[in-house]
Nanobody, 119 residues
Framework: QVQLVESGGGLVQPGGSLTLACAAS????????MSWYRQAPGKERELVAG????????NYADFVKGRFTISRDNAKNTVYLQMKSLKPEDTAVYYC????????????WGQGTQVTVSS
């Protein structure tokens, strides 16, 4: 059974930091590209950051460049999102996604973790 379980969300003050983790099981983690998305109330889900299956390449949305860092540990089947200099507009539910392309493309989503940036 495929599972993606996010953790690490919570309430943080503006300018603060959080690190999210997404633990994967039920599929060969090292073959999948991983990404983080977020969805704020009343808004569409948007891509935050992505990382290739072996971690050799990353990409970021402009609104998080220089503040967020995506990384992965294939030995632990986990992807991380380090978030610094958080702003109130970063408030959202954060989701991780696993993706594989090829003959049988697949996408798996986690349930999300709430991040609230507020004083």
């Amino acid at each position: 059974q495929v599972q993606l379980v996010e953790s690490g969300g919570g309430l943080v003050q503006p300018g603060g930091s959080l690190t999210l983790a997404c633990a994967a099981s039920g599929f060969i983690f090292s073959r999948y590209a991983m990404s983080w998305y977020r969805q704020a109330p009343g808004k569409e889900r948007e891509l935050v950051a992505g990382i290739t299956s072996h971690g050799d390449s990353t990409n970021y949305a402009d609104f998080v460049k220089g503040r967020f860092t995506i990384s992965r540990d294939n030995a632990k089947n986990t992807v991380y999102l380090q978030m610094k200099s958080l702003k109130p507009e970063d408030t959202a539910v954060y989701y991780c996604k696993a993706s594989i392309r090829g003959l049988i493309p697949r996408d798996y989503w986690g349930q999300g973790t709430q991040v609230t940036v507020s004083s």
